[in-house]
């Protein structure tokens, strides 16, 4: 009896030891964040959802009249109206078996980037035809197409070791001079999107840690920095330096403070999920909806925010917009919304 006793006692006080700990955490929406939203007059109405079914991995992209999901067999890609109906399996083949890799469909062509390899698959729906680029040593986390065999991405360059944005064309590799902050951590602190938007002809990169962004053009020259509403200038965990057998490995010492979600940017506006509370925000509109703030890039003016309805506690993973036409990725749904822009 007396051990089952001294067993509750350790129960009871791992369990307040715990309890303390979570009260005293510093989550970012636990206290005021020190600034406010303009929330914008304009709703954004459901038109329909489809469940992901386990097959659907990701937007891959958007059209006038399609959207494009990848699958987790990189050869296979769903393709449904903006309704999510009429839906049609495309199939490319490629020669190499993938795992790690993420696609984007600007029709015809669908790009597979096999970030780990690393190399560009590219492939024309209409012909079938299909290149491998290969590229030198180093993982890669985020690509963008321009057309005619060129490329953007923030590659590991494993010699800093860290992570540059370069340009990739069909006979040469450019990188970047001075775009990026360099931690030698191999992008750890850093980590975040980038987008290209047609209209502008920018590149965007948004930070996850932090609320920076950057746009630039495509010969890796910056045009604009900006930084979203937020008072969250520096990225707030700290990094840890561990050898495993000959190599450095570079992990987080803390929790990773994410201020910016999912983002995308279109027709010169960039639209941020962001994750943290306004001072005055609701309390149960914020915790019942997603929140997207919008910043006119060229000018890094922040013009308004809105809500997505219906969202209790789900994260969302990717956000695409055509026209007035908004495209949702939740767990294990995707949701398209009709909003209409009012800046």
Same mark, same amino acid.
């Not at 057309?147 to 370069?166: E, H, M, Y």
């Not at 915790?287 to 703030?293: R, T």
């Given at each position: 009896m007396k051990r089952i006793y001294s067993l509750a006692a350790l129960l009871v006080a791992a369990f307040l030891i715990i309890a303390t700990l979570v009260y005293n955490a510093d989550f970012p929406n636990k206290y005021k964040n020190g600034f406010n939203r303009n929330y914008l007059p304009h709703k954004a109405t459901l038109l329909a959802t489809i469940p992901t079914e386990g097959m659907t991995h990701d937007i891959c992209g958007v059209t006038a009249t399609r959207f494009f999901f990848s699958t987790s067999n990189p050869e296979k890609i769903i393709s449904t109206n903006h309704l999510f109906q009429d839906k049609k399996l495309i199939s490319i083949h490629i020669n190499k078996p993938l795992v790690d890799f993420f696609t984007a469909v600007d029709s015809p062509f669908v790009y597979v980037y096999a970030f780990n390899m690393p190399a560009i698959i590219t492939a024309d729906i209409n012909t079938g035809h299909t290149e491998t680029r290969q590229l030198p040593e180093g993982a890669y986390s985020n690509?963008?197409?321009?057309?005619?065999?060129?490329?953007?991405?923030?590659? #590991?360059?494993?010699?800093?070791? *860290?992570? #540059?944005?370069?340009?990739?064309?069909? *006979?040469s590799i450019i990188k970047e001079q001075h775009l990026s902050e360099l931690y030698m951590d191999a992008g750890m602190c850093t980590d975040g999107l980038l987008h290209y938007d047609h209209s502008t002809h920018l590149f965007t990169y948004l930070h996850y840690y932090n609320n920076e962004y950057i746009s630039f053009d495509s010969t890796l020259q910056h045009k604009i920095s900006g930084h979203t509403i937020d008072t969250f200038s520096h990225f707030r965990f700290e990094l840890s330096d561990k050898i495993a057998k000959t190599k450095h490995v570079f992990t987080s010492q803390g929790p990773d403070m994410m201020i910016n979600g999912v983002s995308c940017v279109y027709k010169g506006v960039l639209y941020v999920h962001s $994750?943290?509370?306004?001072?005055? *925000?609701?309390?149960?509109?914020?915790?019942?909806? !997603?929140?997207?703030? $919008?910043?006119? #890039?060229? $000018?890094?003016?922040?013009?308004?925010?809105?809500?997505?309805?219906?969202?209790?506690?789900?994260? !969302?993973?990717? +956000?695409? +917009?055509?026209? *007035?036409?908004?495209?949702?990725?939740?767990?294990?749904?995707?949701?398209?919304?009709?909003?209409?822009?009012s800046f």
């Open positions: 690509a963008q197409a321009l057309g005619n065999n060129q490329f953007v991405l923030r590659k #590991l360059i494993p010699a800093i070791p *860290d992570q #540059l944005f370069i340009k990739v064309t069909a *006979d $994750t943290l509370k306004a001072d005055n *925000d609701d309390a149960t509109a914020y915790k019942n909806n !997603i929140v997207i703030d $919008t910043y006119q #890039l060229q $000018t890094g003016k922040y013009t308004g925010s809105f809500y997505i309805p219906g969202y209790v506690g789900e994260k !969302i993973n990717k +956000m695409s +917009m055509y026209d *007035d036409i908004l495209l949702i990725q939740g767990k294990d749904k995707i949701y398209t919304y009709r909003w209409y822009p």
